[in-house]
């Protein structure tokens, strides 16, 4: 289906959390908004995430009786992002992130809540906070956007039970407790029992936490202000007006036709990910073509800037944003990717190691922070293995990769070779192409001190950030348990980004830069499209989604409330 106009006065690229949010700003304000995006779905990467947004001192913070300052984000910030590049950005970030985040929940269908235990990535450096800076999306059902679900891109289907069904984190603990504990038995069927029900009306639960909430949110919020969103198309250019960003010429089907835009155009196209010549222009050698990012992150906006006479912003200590991440093939032969974030690597009972098979990581450092050891080991090799070692009890209490806990068979995953058995260390070092001897050292080392819950090499479960994601239930050390238990498994992991760093200089306006730091009248830029304000170093949770709300909101704060444009028609609307 066409656009049911020629000329509108904002055309957002990509329905991703900045792109919808720039879209919803802009609506509130007046004006008419066109969101093109170009897959069948609304979401992009966001909707497989975890939805955390990080906000430094925002209001739900104080609402829940945690102290924060825009003061110690600063102070904070100084030692986790040390650069002076983008110092603008982040101060604009920090000034307005709050403001973003009252607005959305005065004005549309977004609804976040504080984390109160969800720690700074570096506790021990000042102005670090131990929770409340991350915020996550309030559940939402799916059933409210009735006919335009089939429109919500579905989360993973390794993120969810029973083919389609969610659970939030605090529920976690529950599903693991089913049998241990009658508070959780309960509480797991009445989940399971309502996902059933679900499951009568709708091919998936209807039930969505994480970045699928938070994208059904905005998605809503497009709906009741009946935004315009065209479907499956791609933008061919940008259309110029003198120096000014004018429209798109997009091709929908096998026609091509051109759209005004009166007001501007925002570029949210999700990075360059999947896109192999960026990749091996930016990214290091190391770095295999593994991303967990949504395929459609193929760098349409950067092409469709550069084209206007945009710069990039290349200030960055990392290209990206890193995980570990597993592979794997799904019954449908879908090439599969799982991030391993914060599900198993600081769990007490695995550890990670090189191709020597020795480790070379404190394994609950943050995602970023891991994949960072690796590429520093891999020194520059582009195929350098890396897997995750663990024994049978490890396995059954806490899963792996994709693989849940109290998974009663694993014979699939070998055979497919995701997974790797053995009766003895010997053996699964032989198996994963590394020295027995070395393995069998490596894992003596390590039981050694995790007898006693000690980590002498890395200081495993030293600081707070790594005891949350590990077993709090365990002691001494949540982090920290022998690995003894016949068989041993391995699943090699592999670095993966989680979204681009590098991407267009913008303005603390979100405005698209030129070389010589002039904007480009008309054209905009937020989420990975935009270049990372924190120069692709990673202080916190939720570092990708926190900016991407902020300038998307700041971009349609600016279109709505911005002079009158040369466009025939234009007016002056205030949000």
Known sequence: MMPAHETYDVIVIGAGAGGMTAAAVAAAGGLRVLVIEKTAFVGGTTAWSGGMVWIPANAKMKAAGLSDSVADAVQYLSSTVPEPANAGLRAAFLARGPEAIAWLEANTEVRLQPVKASPDHYPERLGATAGGRVLEPVVFDGTRLGRAFARLRPPLPEFTLFGGMMINRLDIPHFRSVGKSLRSTLRAARLVAAYALQRLRSPRGTTLHLGNALAARLYASLLAQHVEILFSADVQDLSMQG?????????????????????????????????????????????????????????????????????????????????????????????????????????????????????????????????????????????????????????????????????????????????????????????????????????????????????????????????????????????????????????????????????????????????????????????????????????????????????????????????????????????
């Not at 090799?381 to 694993?410: A, M, N, Q």
């Not at 760093?501 to 904007?519: C, E, F, N």
């Open 243 to 575: 120096d000014r960003v004018s429209g798109v010429v997009i091709r929908h089907g096998s026609r091509d036709r051109p759209i005004a835009a009166r007001r501007g155009v925002v570029l949210a196209t999700g990075g360059f990910s999947h896109d192999a010549v960026l990749r091996k222009r930016f990214f290091p050698a190391a770095a295999r073509p593994v991303s967990a990012t949504n395929t459609s992150s193929t760098g349409d906006g950067l092409r469709l800037a550069a084209e206007a006479g945009a710069a990039l912003n290349t200030d960055a200590t990392s290209p990206a944003y890193w995980a570990p991440a597993s592979l794997f093939r799904r019954a449908d032969g879908s090439r599969g990717v799982f991030p391993h974030t914060v599900c198993d690597r600081a769990k007490p009972g695995v550890i990670a190691v090189n191709a020597a098979g020795r480790r070379f990581v404190n394994e609950a450092l943050s995602y970023h922070d891991f994949v960072l050891a690796m590429l520093r080991d891999g020194n520059g090799e582009p195929d350098r293995p890396f897997h995750l070692i663990c024994d049978c009890r490890f396995l059954w209490s806490y899963g792996l990769g994709r693989i849940k806990p109290f998974t009663r068979s694993v014979r699939p995953y070998m055979a497919s070779g995701e997974l790797v058995e053995a009766p003895d260390i010997a053996q699964l070092a032989a198996k994963i192409d590394a020295k027995p001897s070395v393995l069998t050292a490596t894992l003596a080392s390590y039981n050694e001190g995790a007898k006693e819950g000690r980590d002498p090499e890395f200081g495993r479960g030293s600081t707070i950030y790594q005891r949350h994601f590990g077993d709090i239930s365990h002691k001494p050390n949540p982090c920290i348990a022998p690995i003894t238990r016949a068989p041993f498994f391995a699943m090699r992991i592999h670095p993966a980004d989680l979204g681009t760093a590098i991407g267009m200089k913008v303005d603390a306006q979100s405005r698209v830069l030129r070389a010589d730091g002039t904007p480009i009248a008309g054209l905009y830029a937020c989420g990975n499209d935009m270049g990372s304000i924190m120069n692709g170093n990673c202080p916190g949770p939720g570092i990708a989604l926190g900016p991407a709300l902020t300038f998307g909101y700041i971009a349609g704060r600016h279109l709505a409330e911005g002079s009158v444009a040369t466009m025939p028609g234009a007016t002056k609307t205030a949000v």
